[in-house]
């Protein structure tokens, strides 16, 4: 009973340092997915925000204008690797086709050497070939040793069977081994009669006859190696700047930055004249006409008392931006900039 109660404990002691180990890990991985889960809705808010927030127009531009640099600078470069890719590929294949023209010249440079070196006739050794009724005899005779072979193989195979019979029952190996004994010789006779059969086939198939071969000089037939022409290079024009062409984006882009230019300068002229209009003095108004009196000592007072202009107003000037004209944004020499740089 105490061993079965300190097995007990023993077991209670484990679960709970398992469970003290696994609890913690649990809640480091709980609260390491929370933080993930709650970084990845920040990321995506962010995001949203950031494509939803308005963009002023000329960062807009600026963007468009730079996309389109950015894409004729890729095109240059793939236009530039292609070209020196095909360049590369004609040589290789240029050289390939003279290498291909030196080894044949040579094959047949030594094909007309050896030809000269064997003069003498070669003379074939006349084997005299079977007759119809002897060759089927041969056959007949193989067929019959073939069958014999086989039936007394399946006999050892049998055999065989029972020796492994007889080992289990009787613990005697001389059946079994006499089985497989006559087993493997009924495999090598068969092999040789595969054997034989194939070589008075061939024999039948080759039946060579007396042939004398004539000599001549094979160099006489050779075609002389085709001269294989310089590859040429000619030169490609370089693509015309896409702004400067009707109907592409950045042609669209451009002209798009040009109306910006001249509606923002032409609002800012008429700005300056609107406040123009409101900053002129108003019309006089007319007084009534004075007495003789009056006017006869109006003039005495006025040659007396010299004109004094009138003082500038403080607020005259209020609301007009020095160089208004010339503190808008020349996006054109900002691209040409660009471009230039980049």
């Known amino acids: 009973m105490g061993g079965v109660w300190s097995g007990g404990l023993v077991v209670l002691a484990a679960a709970a340092l398992w469970l003290v180990y696994l609890i913690p890990t ?15 809705r920040l990321q995506q808010t962010l995001r949203i925000l950031a494509e939803t ?10 963007a468009n204008a730079r996309t389109v640099a950015e894409q004729q600078k890729l095109l240059r470069e793939a236009e530039a690797r292609a070209a020196a890719l095909a360049r590369a590929e004609a040589d290789a294949k240029a050289a390939e086709d003279a290498l291909a023209a030196a080894q044949a010249t ?5 094909t007309a050497a050896a030809a000269r070196a064997a003069m003498p006739v070669v003379r074939m050794p006349v084997v005299p070939a079977e007759t119809g009724t002897e060759a089927v005899d041969r056959r007949r005779r193989i067929r019959r040793a073939r069958a014999s072979v086989s039936l007394v193989m399946l006999l050892s195979l049998l055999g065989a069977g029972f020796g492994v019979y007889a080992v289990l029952a009787l613990a005697t190996w001389l059946v079994l081994a006499a089985s497989l004994v006559v087993a493997l010789g009924c495999v090598i006779t068969l092999s040789a009669l595969a054997r034989s059969t194939r070589a008075a086939t061939a024999v039948r198939a080759s039946a060579p006859s007396r ?3 004539e000599l001549f000089d094979h160099a ?12 040429t290079w000619t030169p490609r024009p370089l693509p015309k700047p896409l702004y ?3 109907g592409t984006a950045a042609a669209g882009a451009m002209a798009s930055v040009d109306a ?9 002229a008429a700005d300056l004249a609107r406040r123009a209009a409101e900053l002129e003095p108003a019309v006089p108004r007319l007084r009534p006409a004075a007495t003789p009196a009056a ?20 607020f005259a000037s209020m609301g007009i931006v020095n160089g208004a004209e010339g503190a808008s944004i020349d996006l054109d020499a900002a691209l040409r900039r660009r471009r230039a740089a980049g």
Do not use: C
């Open 26 to 40: 649990w809640l480091r991985r709980r609260e390491y997915l929370a933080t993930e889960r709650n970084a990845v």
């Open 295 to 314: 006017v006869s000592v109006a003039p005495a007072a006025v040659a007396e008392t010299p004109e004094t202009p009138a003082a500038p107003s403080r």
């Open 106 to 110: 040579a094959r047949a440079q030594a």
């Open 53 to 62: 927030s308005e963009v002023p127009e000329q960062v807009r531009l600026e």
């Open 211 to 213: 042939t004398s071969h």
């Open 220 to 231: 006489d037939h050779v075609e002389a190696a085709p001269e294989v022409a310089a590859p």
């Open 244 to 246: 400067q062409s009707q």
């Open 260 to 268: 910006v230019v001249a509606l923002r300068r032409s609002a800012a």
